[in-house]
């Protein structure tokens, strides 16, 4: 299947000067062990909870009270340091003072942060609308997931991730901004990558190392995208390069995923002894009128007991042929043989079955899971041009061990950016990604519900099955084939600025377009 799009845009754009501030202090000149004062912002308003410390005594700050003052017990301090969320941190010197009056002014470094909106980008400052942004290298950071879905979940406050599976590949993972966007609930938002619309699948496919940001809509924001964007908006920003000298880095990872709290699932005895419980009690409700517990024991429905069973047998070691000893176990004496806990054989027919009351499928079928994750990537440029090429790679398994189950993807990507003068400037990018998912095509969940008295594997290792011939959950992992998905896209965009700011303060003019094409083979 090939799906291919393109899309052009001519889009406006005014620029927001940033602003800036000073800072002041006021000091008076008294002499004492004691300091006070008092923190107040740029309008002369007190400050409540500003933390005020003595420099090099971190132990013995304090906190400003409802009026913005303070009192510091800390002879010979000759510095203290005032600071508060979305204020800059201050530094005074007391120099012998008591009365301090401190002026605090709001960081403008956050302000003038960009922001990626529906249509461009803007300063946090001068944002009203409902955006909230994350950067690419927070999302992963010490996390061994290798999807984007994954790894938004619980990030960003009213994006909602939920998926179906931990299984890498095949999580199920869906969207939601706000909730449910339509009367069924079933609408998603839209996903933009670079400025092209994108897919859950695409966005997966991508590395993690190469986005810079991800930027959510989630009200009137993200209506100029139309009625796509009803269930709200994703906007991924990959890295670009930046002036400097050339810069190559690589970053790797391994991760292991080990059982932690299991589930309480019974063993092969536990289960044996409810398996009674739940006969006895059983047959005690079919016969009212009976009260003599050996009666109602004799009434027992011994169940798959009744139908397995045989000689006792075992190989003669010298000729090796199968020798007969004791005498039929069947029904009760099956169960209690398999109750004591220790592996026989029995003859049924032609068959010899090997009974193996000790087995634990979970244990054979289950165990930690492995992620790896590689990346080189090199950046740099100068005044005019500014490059980011990368190459990744990554292998994610699910806790399935005797079968794949997982996914491994493989990407490249070059961005460019070409300004030649103050009014011109070109940016180009293009990526390949693939994404390969293999899984058992069926067992998916077997183990975790049916006791397993019989060995799991021959002599030969292939799966053994005394029950009938389909009902070994390792059968059905090894034998019954894989289902395998491949996804590969090849994206490229480019975008031409005209700035007419020297003439028209604030006025630029971009036009962009972009090519996608998308091939999954199933």
């Known amino acids: 299947m090939y799906i291919k799009s393109i899309l052009v845009s001519t889009l406006f754009g005014l620029a927001v000067p940033a602003m800036t501030g000073t800072v002041s202090a006021q000091t008076s000149q008294t002499q004492g062990a004691v300091i006070t004062g008092e923190v107040v912002d740029e309008a002369g308003e007190p400050l409540i909870g500003a933390t005020v410390r003595p420099v090099g005594k971190p132990a013995n700050g304090t906190v ?19 600071s508060y969320v979305g204020y800059l941190t201050q530094k005074v010197q007391v120099k012998g003072s008591t009365e301090l009056r401190i002026t605090m002014l709001p960081s403008t470094e956050a302000l003038e942060e960009l922001v990626v909106v529906g249509y461009g980008t803007q300063k946090k400052e001068s944002l009203t609308g409902a955006i909230s942004q994350i950067k690419g290298d927070q999302v992963y950071k010490s996390r ?13 406050a009213g994006l909602t991730v939920t998926r179906s599976s931990s299984r890498p590949g095949s999580e199920g993972a869906t969207f939601q901004i706000r909730g449910a966007s339509t009367i069924n609930g079933g609408d998603g938002p839209l996903i933009l990558i670079d400025g092209q619309a994108g897919s859950m699948d695409e966005l997966n496919q991508m590395d993690g190392s190469v986005i810079e940001n991800i930027s959510v809509l989630k009200d009137a924001s993200a209506a100029i995208y139309g009625a796509r964007s009803a269930g709200g908006v994703i906007l991924v920003t990959t890295k670009r390069g930046k002036a400097g000298k050339a810069r190559v880095s690589y970053s790797g990872s391994y991760s292991r995923t080990i059982d932690g709290i299991q589930l309480p699932i019974t063993n092969n005895t536990e289960w044996l002894d409810m398996f009674y419980e739940a006969q006895y009690r059983d047959a005690e409700a079919s016969n009212p009128g009976i009260t003599d517990p050996q009666e109602i024991h004799n009434r027992i429905n011994w169940w798959i007991f009744n139908s397995f069973g045989g000689t006792p047998v075992q190989k003669n070691q010298a000729t090796g042929e199968w020798e007969t000893y004791g005498e039929t176990v069947v029904g009760e004496d099956l169960y209690n043989k398999l109750r004591e806990g220790q592996p026989f054989f029995l003859k049924r027919g032609n068959f010899i079955d090997s009974w193996q009351p000790g087995n634990y499928l979970l244990d054979f079928l289950y165990g930690n899971a492995n992620t790896w994750k590689h990346n080189v990537s090199v950046s740099g440029g100068d005044d005019k041009f500014n490059y980011f090429a990368a190459l990744n790679y990554s292998d994610a398994q699910s806790q399935l061990k005797v079968a794949e189950d997982g996914e491994k993807k493989y990407g490249a990507r070059v961005n460019m950016d070409y300004k030649p003068t103050d009014f011109f400037k070109i940016e180009t990018g293009m990526s390949y990604e693939k994404r390969d998912i293999t899984t058992p095509s069926q067992g998916i969940g077997r183990g ?12 030969n290792g292939d799966a053994y099955d005394t029950f009938s011939n389909n009902r070994n959950p390792y059968g059905w992992f090894t034998q019954a084939g894989q289902s395998k998905a491949k996804w590969s896209t090849l994206r490229a965009n480019g975008k031409i600025t005209l700035d007419f700011s020297k003439w028209v303060k604030g006025l630029s003019i971009y036009g962009s377009a972009a090519y996608k094409s998308v091939r999954q083979d199933v």
């Open 64 to 82: 400003t009270d409802i009026d913005g003052k303070f009192t510091l017990r800390a002879a010979g301090v000759k510095e203290i340091e005032i």
């Open 144 to 156: 061994g997931v290798t999807n984007t879905a994954t790894a938004l979940q619980g990030e960003i």
């Open 448 to 459: 975790w519900q049916d006791m397993w008295f019989w060995a799991i594997t021959n002599e």
